[in-house]
């Protein structure tokens, strides 16, 4: 009865090690299966990074102004102001009203100090009157009106008005953005087709794009001179000597920069001669 036993748990331990090595063995195939497809699928590919970029002229000015009044009382600050900031709108008369945009309108006390004398517990701050501040964004679709347009603020503001600056701005965008991404797309075949060449390749067809903006339009050349505030009474004075007298005003040139990221696969048909030797600025091929 024992040695019946003893050879029933042979058996079974022999058919558990059989079991064990069965799996083991199927286990390792199935790795290998699964690795050999991995490196089966996997392509090859090469991926370049390109900047396309694109001109174009502005099409937009923006006039920024500030009337600011000083006067005893808040009502006399504000019925001032708004009497200089009227007559500034009259003479600039944009066609549409929505090219008119009021930034900010404040008032505020404008305080002294006095010296006091020993003994004295009043305050050493006193009001001596209120400020009246209106900050006028005006758009300019015309540009060959932005000389004469500032000329007018300054003239019929005279001292109660100061200059902000004159910003030429691309309002509409799409077209030379559209361009600034076909020459990124375009850069960025050229320089991979080069890399492959190089390898033995040939460039195949595109695996995966993604773009990346380079910030807004930059100023490129023929830029308008800065206009500062100082600058305002020397043209304001110079006005009076006619068109010829007018401080010059262009727009210049803008341009946008687009940025790609492109990966492209790579067909090796064997065809091609790889590069083997960089030596300096001479390329050496097999």
């Given at each position: ?76 600050a ?5 009497a ?52 006028v ?22 001292d ?20 600034a ?56 004075d ?49």
């Open positions: 009865m024992k040695v019946m036993e003893s050879r029933r748990s042979v058996v079974l331990l022999r058919n558990v090690v059989l079991a064990a090595v069965l799996l083991s063995v199927a286990g390792a195939h199935v790795r290998l299966v699964h690795a050999h497809d991995m490196k089966r699928e996997r392509v090859r590919s090469v991926s370049v990074n390109a900047v396309g970029s694109a001109e174009a002229e502005p099409d937009v000015a923006r006039l920024v102004y500030t009337v600011e009044v000083q006067k005893k009382t808040v009502a006399d504000r019925e001032h102001g708004s200089v900031s009227r007559k500034i709108l009259n003479a600039v008369k944009p066609e549409d009203e929505k090219d008119i945009m009021t930034n900010h309108i404040k008032t505020h006390p404008v305080h002294e100090w006095r010296e006091r004398k020993r003994y004295d517990r009043s305050s050493s701050r006193i009001t001596v009157g209120y400020k009246y501040s209106n900050t964004t005006i758009t300019l679709r015309d540009l060959s009106l932005v000389a004469d347009m500032t000329d007018r603020v300054l003239r019929e503001g005279g109660d008005v100061t200059l902000g600056g004159v910003r030429f701005e691309l309002e509409d965008m799409d077209h030379v953005e559209l361009a991404r076909a020459n990124a797309i375009a850069k960025a075949r050229r320089y991979a087709s080069t890399l492959a060449e190089g390898a033995g390749a040939k460039l195949g067809k595109v695996l995966s794009i993604r773009t990346q903006d380079h910030g807004g339009p930059r100023m490129l050349r023929g830029a308008p001179p800065p206009i500062y505030p100082e600058m305002a009474q020397a043209m304001d110079s006005s009076e000597g006619g068109d010829e007298m007018m401080t010059p005003i262009s727009a210049g040139t803008r341009e946008v920069e687009i940025g790609v990221y492109v990966e492209f696969e790579l067909d090796h048909d064997g065809s091609a001669k790889p590069v083997i030797e960089d030596e300096g600025n001479v390329i050496r091929s097999v």
